[in-house]
């Protein structure tokens, strides 16, 4: 037991002096000033090491960074037993390393290493811009300090960017010194919009940053035009005037500036003063009607640009008025299209009404309306529609054309048989004058021809019994005027005395006056004038008898006032007396009243053959006459 005792203890004495570290010297190392260094920084060591055997013993320390490893110090030193020894080493990191760094030292069989640290070519800066908003033709400060980020100055160089959707539009190089730069530009001719300023920077030990959008820059070129016409509408040839006045987005003065303005294919050019402009355009002769655009364009030396329409309305000036219509003979019935068209000055139509008058031959107006110009309009000519030259006026706002057609003549009847009544209608546009020429074969197979008078207006219609020039019978009648016959026509002559009388006396008339339907028999018109003679020998004897009587009676009343006059002049004339009158007064005046009514009524009777004006002014007279003398007295 005591033996497997002494094994088990040896055992354990064999295991603790195995792993118990066999050291000789001893390597102690203080900690690092920092824990991130840039390239080109300086990187101290100190430290102290100490040996258990005096002796000469090999130093070395080196600076590790990922897989790469740079041996920074390497020395002999002679120590004694148990002293202290510093150590003390300083370098400049070179700009091959970089990452996670360490940093070893050996002594003798001894090793040490340092906590962990970085090198970094990362930079660190602070930037300005000044303004952050500009007008194309600004000029903008973009200064800034870039330096290592423990704060130590760095020289080096620089690329300035601005950039806009992944486009760079201007770069330019930038010199840094002692941590400062400045830019300074001015900007023309990139677009519109917010811009990114990205710098790229490189020191001398290789440290570099890219600071992306280090500045955000807004970055203006539109002008803003304000413009008027002197007018709203103008005439050709008239003369056109234009003020403006152009605005930045941002700032107020516009140094030097120009605008463009086309109207049609022509461009006028002035210039901006004092942000504004003026400018006057004369208008030709022959320009077209209604809106045109008038463009205005405002550009500067650095890209600025502003644009502005204005819309300028020519009014039409009517220049020429067509009617449209196509001959100038026309048939009754016949369509006449009318074709109205304006143009105006430049040779162009003008969508309007004209106002259409149609005078007929007769100098009647038949026709009178507003139609639309550049459509057909139709007029049907009536059939019986009067022939010879008409007259038709076109009147637009200004223009008036007046010309002529001719409407052809058309002599022409439609006759028919109801019964035994011959029907003659007018289907012409004049009276129809020619007689009509009937051959009439009766059952014998003999023909008579007779003539009947006509001299129908247009529209009319003769209606000719038969049986006035032909005896009773069948008959085949033929109209030679018109080519047309009727068979089978009785003829039977069915008036009564008095019809047959009157039927003489409208013969006769009609002879007289030249009715339609009259033959050529001369006794119903010598009747005629005999009756007519008559009549003016009875009116010469009414006339003759009315006038002596007419003269009688005013004989009779010129008598008649010689005598009131006299008897008025031989009556004393009695003074006038005021105030109420007396019973007397009142009792005379009634007598002389009714004797002056019954006098009156006397005279009435001696003149009751003349005529009722002539009585009325007599007894007017009378009473004037009875008046003057009731108030002499």
Not at 153 to 159: E, F, I, L
Not at 195 to 215: K, M, P, S
Not at 354 to 374: A, C, G, R, W
Request: net charge neutral.
């Amino acid at each position: 037991m005591k033996k497997e005792m002494s094994a088990i203890v040896l055992v354990f004495a064999v295991f603790f002096l195995l792993i118990l570290p066999f050291s000789l010297a001893e390597i102690n190392l203080n900690p690092l000033a920092k824990t991130i260094y840039n390239k080109g920084d300086s990187l101290k060591i100190n430290g102290y090491v100490r040996s258990a055997d005096s002796g000469n013993y090999p130093l070395t320390v080196y600076l590790t960074c990922d897989t790469n490893q740079l041996q920074i110090l390497t020395k002999n030193m002679n120590v004694l037993k148990d002293k202290d020894y510093p150590i003390s080493a300083e370098v400049t990191i070179p700009f091959s390393m970089s990452g996670d760094c360490q940093v070893a030292v050996n002594f003798g069989q001894e090793q040490a290493n340092s906590e962990l640290f970085k090198i970094t070519k990362a930079l660190k800066g602070t930037f300005t811009l000044v303004p952050l908003s500009v007008q194309l033709g600004d000029e903008i400060s973009f200064t800034g300090t870039v330096t290592k980020l423990n704060g130590d100055n760095v020289n080096g160089v620089g690329t300035l960017y601005i950039e806009k959707d992944d486009k760079n539009y201007y770069t330019s190089n930038l010199e840094i010194k002692n941590s400062k730069f400045e830019f300074k530009s001015r900007l023309e001719s990139i677009p519109e919009g917010s811009y990114h300023i990205n710098l790229a920077v490189n020191d001398l030990f290789g440290n570099e940053e890219f600071f992306w959008n280090a500045a955000t820059l807004n970055v203006y070129q539109k002008f803003k035009i304000n413009a008027l016409l002197d007018k709203q509408q103008y005439n050709p040839e008239e003369s056109l005037k234009l003020r403006g006045t152009v605005e930045r987005t941002i700032g107020t003065k516009i140094e030097k500036a120009e605008a463009k303005i086309t109207l049609d294919e022509n461009e006028y050019i002035t210039e901006i003063v004092n942000n504004k402009f003026e400018l006057e355009i004369p208008l030709s002769s022959g320009m077209k009607s209604f809106y045109h655009d008038l463009a205005i364009t405002v550009t500067d030396e650095f890209g600025n640009m502003g644009e502005k329409t204005l819309r300028v309305y020519i009014i039409p000036k009517e220049v020429k008025l067509e009617s449209g219509v196509s001959k100038d003979l026309f048939s009754p019935k016949e369509i006449i299209t009318f074709s109205p068209k304006i143009y105006d000055q430049a040779a162009d139509t003008i969508q309007d009404t004209v106002l259409l008058t149609l005078i007929d031959s007769k100098n009647s107006k038949v026709f009178e309306k507003q139609i639309p110009t550049n459509e057909d309009f139709s007029f049907k000519l009536n059939q019986f529609a009067s022939p010879g030259t008409w007259q038709y006026t076109l009147k637009s706002k200004t223009l008036a054309q007046k010309d002529s057609f001719n409407v052809d003549t058309v002599e022409d009847i439609q006759v028919s048989l109801q019964g035994q009544i011959l029907k003659v209608r007018n289907i012409g546009n004049i009276n129809y004058d020619p007689r009509l020429e009937i051959t009439a074969t009766d059952s014998k197979n003999i023909p008579t021809t007779f003539y009947v008078t006509t001299g129908i207006k247009p529209n009319q219609e003769l209606l000719y019994p038969l049986y006035k020039g032909l005896k009773p019978d069948t008959y085949e009648i033929y109209i030679n005027n018109k080519g047309e016959k009727f068979e089978n026509i009785n003829v039977a002559d069915t008036r009564d005395l008095p019809g047959k009388v009157t039927d003489f006396f409208k013969q006769a008339t009609g002879a007289v006056v030249g009715a339609p339907g009259t033959s050529n028999d001369y006794k119903p018109l010598a009747f005629t004038l005999l009756v007519l003679g008559a009549l003016l020998l009875s009116l010469f004897f009414v006339t003759f008898r009315r006038k002596a009587r007419y003269e009688i009676s005013r004989d009779r009343e010129r008598r008649l006032g010689q005598q009131r006059l006299q008897q008025i002049q031989s009556t004393p004339e009695s003074k006038p007396r005021f105030g109420k009158a007396t019973q007397d007064d009142v009792r005379d005046f009634r007598q002389r009243m009714v004797k002056n009514i019954q006098e009156e009524q006397g005279i009435k009777k001696q003149n009751i053959e003349s005529d009722s004006d002539n009585r009325t002014v007599r007894s007017s007279i009378e009473r004037k006459i009875i008046y003057d003398k009731y108030k002499r007295e």
